[in-house]
């Protein structure tokens, strides 16, 4: 029996590169899909073991442990399914445009919520600085500094910041996301040419319609590692995180709730509250509060930030 990573997963098959560097295509054993499903049973990511069939092809028997993942949860008539986006990942590269498109800080801070709830460390990356200024990106995205996330500044016409990107890519498995248009498929032609396109090129055809076959796919970095593109983190929703839980996602508030007067405070109008002592402070900025709130409460969050 073989161990190895997949790489590529589609239609019920995998593509497995085993620890000496060979790829198989493998499909999951009988005996492994009995029983209740309530999630993805294999995903890129996932470290398994293999019998192998022939030269190309193999069963997989086991697959092991994920250390982590991220996931998409959907409701279903049997109850909540799981989705896995991608296993095991080293880091997830949070990917927004200094300008041209305008970065959306409330998206930034959504996602950075779903990357503390699922443990996978961010990065983030601001890229397109030459539009603005080296001085002008680093205030934008000071507050996410502060916090203490890796934040990268990179420029594909400057080629600013393209030695820390491929640095922090190499030897780990990162997943890849962000708004369209920020020059994520530019960022990673500029590292190694064809890999942008490539991903962008299957990325696009998953969104293409129900009917469409999909595929998802680590893609293999020179000098080691893999980055795999995740269209789907968009999607992930704050649904599965109990409203209760949100404060402790955000790092600037999760050592403040233990201070408040009730152990039940929401952090929005309750005398006592450490949170609210702490905007008025400044030493919360308001941009991540309001964040916060709109996560909290949703439709309702325009009447409490008014």
């Given amino acids: 029996m073989l161990t ?15 620890e000496d560097g060979c790829q198989w295509v493998c499909r999951l054993r009988g005996r ?15 470290w398994i073991r293999f019998s192998p069939l022939d030269e190309e092809t193999g069963m997989i028997e086991e697959v092991l442990p994920r250390e982590r993942a991220l996931v998409r949860l959907a409701p279903t008539p049997r109850g909540t ?3 896995v986006i991608i296993a ?5 590269l949070l990917t927004f445009a200094c300008d041209h498109p305008a970065p959306r800080f409330g998206m930034l801070d959504r996602f950075l919520v779903i990357a503390e709830n699922q443990e996978v460390p961010p990065v983030i990356v601001a890229n397109k600085v030459d539009l603005v200024g080296m001085a002008r990106a680093r205030e934008m995205f000071a507050i996410y ?6 934040v990268l500044y990179t420029s594909v016409p400057q080629k600013t910041g393209l030695d820390d990107l491929r640095a922090c890519l190499q030897g780990r498995i990162s997943a890849l996301t962000g708004p369209s248009g920020v020059g994520k498929t530019s960022l990673l032609n500029a590292l190694q040419p064809g890999l942008g396109l490539a991903v962008s090129h299957v990325s696009d055809a998953t969104r293409k319609g129900r009917h469409t076959t999909v595929a998802s796919a680590l893609y293999p970095l020179e000098g080691g590692g893999y980055v ?3 269209p789907g983190i968009k999607a992930l929703g ?3 995180i109990e409203p209760e839980e949100l404060d402790g996602y955000f790092p600037e508030m999760r050592d403040l709730v233990s201070l408040c007067t009730y152990n039940d405070c929401h ?3 309750e005398p006592g509250c450490a949170v609210l002592a702490a905007l008025e402070q400044g030493k919360i900025a308001p941009s991540r509060y309001r964040s916060y709130v709109r996560m909290r409460l949703g439709e309702d969050a325009d009447e409490v930030l008014a």
């Fill in 4 to 18: 190895g990573r997949i790489i590529r997963s589609q239609s019920g098959f995998f593509t497995v590169e085993s």
């Fill in 228 to 230: 795999a593109d995740t």
């Fill in 267 to 269: 952090h929005l109008d």
């Fill in 32 to 46: 492994l899909k009995r029983g209740p499903r309530t999630g993805d049973l294999a995903a890129i990511g996932d």
């Fill in 88 to 92: 095991n990942p080293d880091q997830v």
């Fill in 145 to 150: 500094a502060q916090l203490g996330y890796p």
């Fill in 238 to 240: 704050l649904w599965e």
């Fill in 81 to 83: 399914y799981q989705q």
